[in-house]
């Protein structure tokens, strides 16, 4: 997902959904441009990241489930 660029400095609310089939969601990571911008570890999955610099970041959700510690992207 991208937005519109941000005004710097500027927070950001994220929100994911994740559910897995072979057992609980155990966290989910969020990123920005591909770097770490933190996480969850427990439902609802929302997040507000630290003040961002000014640009566009395309914002991904990682999962990952307790069963067989798999990775839900």
Sequence with gaps: ???????????AC?????ASPAGSVTNVQFFG?????????APP?????????????AVTARASEAVTAARID
């Excluded at 441009?33 to 570890?41: D, E, F, P, S």
């Excluded at 999955?45 to 970041?57: C, D, I, K």
Aim: aromatic share 10%.
């Design 45 to 57: 999955f929302n997040f507000t990241t630290a003040p961002l610099g000014a640009g566009s970041y």
């Design 14 to 18: 994220i929100a994911a959904s994740a």
């Design 33 to 41: 441009n591909g770097a770490a911008l933190g996480a969850v570890t």
């Design 1 to 11: 997902m991208t937005y519109p660029p941000l005004k710097s400095p500027h927070k």
